[in-house]
């Protein structure tokens, strides 16, 4: 079925260093939305990406739609604790609803 | 203070009692979905609503129902049915259907003993 697939499913990392986690589509997206869930809380809305090839910048992250519109990236420059939780792209694979990606849980430590 | 609130917060069930998640929002979105999270997964859709009474099947409606007679509230049931159903359960809605952001309500983690 059509899908959101995300990669890695977990990465642990020292505070300071880069992390970056990779979403896929099956399908072209029209656009694509990343959203951040602290644990034990619920998914918080970070952006949205429209255009081919777009780039944005919040601060240390970094989120980038492919060129094909089938991919995108979230990478973090130098963590800090407070960057842990788990991170979920999602894009309109059917027309009516996103479809969440499959998530990327970081853990950061001293 | 605008916002999504879901309640309660942690709900304690018997198994084969039917259990009624509440969702509220003051944000005046059309759209509103409920969502399962297992431990350590995703979220996978149960119910959405596009507009007041009116609502589709998500991937995993099995077992659940949802009601939407109010543009403000969107309340799932959990019904005996539902084979497994001690999971965390978020409620979100958008302010139109489809692809629009979606803010999500606290959550209720619902144990079924």
């Not at chain 1, 079925?1 to 990669?7: K, P």
């Not at chain 2, 917060?9 to 018997?14: E, S, V």
Request: glycine fraction near 8%; charge should be positive.
């Amino acid at each position: 079925g059509q899908q959101v697939m995300q990669i890695p499913q977990y990465q642990h990392v020292q505070e300071g260093e880069d992390f970056t986690t990779y979403c896929n589509s099956s399908t072209t997206l029209s656009n694509i939305q990343w959203y951040k869930q602290r644990p034990g809380g619920h998914p918080v809305f970070l952006i949205q990406l429209v255009k081919s090839g777009e780039v944005k910048k919040q601060k240390r992250l970094t989120f980038q739609f492919g060129e094909a519109k089938k991919n995108s990236s979230l990478h973090i420059t130098a963590t800090q604790t407070t960057d842990v939780g788990t991170y979920f792209c999602a894009g309109p694979i059917k027309a009516s609803k996103l479809t969440f990606g499959t998530g990327t849980r970081l853990q950061v430590t001293l | 203070d605008g916002g999504i609130t879901q309640s309660p917060k942690y709900l304690f069930r018997k198994e084969g009692q039917n259990v009624t998640l509440s969702c509220e929002q003051n944000l005046n979105h059309d759209a509103m979905y409920w969502y399962r999270q297992d431990p350590g997964q995703g979220l996978r859709l149960i119910y959405y609503s596009q507009i007041v009474n009116d609502f589709q099947k998500g991937d995993i409606a099995e077992g659940y129902s949802v009601s939407r007679e109010k543009k403000e509230s969107f309340p799932l049931t959990v019904t005996s049915a539902q084979k497994n159903p001690t999971a965390f359960y978020l409620c979100a809605s958008s302010r139109l259907a489809g692809t629009d952001t979606q803010y999500f309500g606290p959550g209720t983690r619902l144990t079924v003993l």
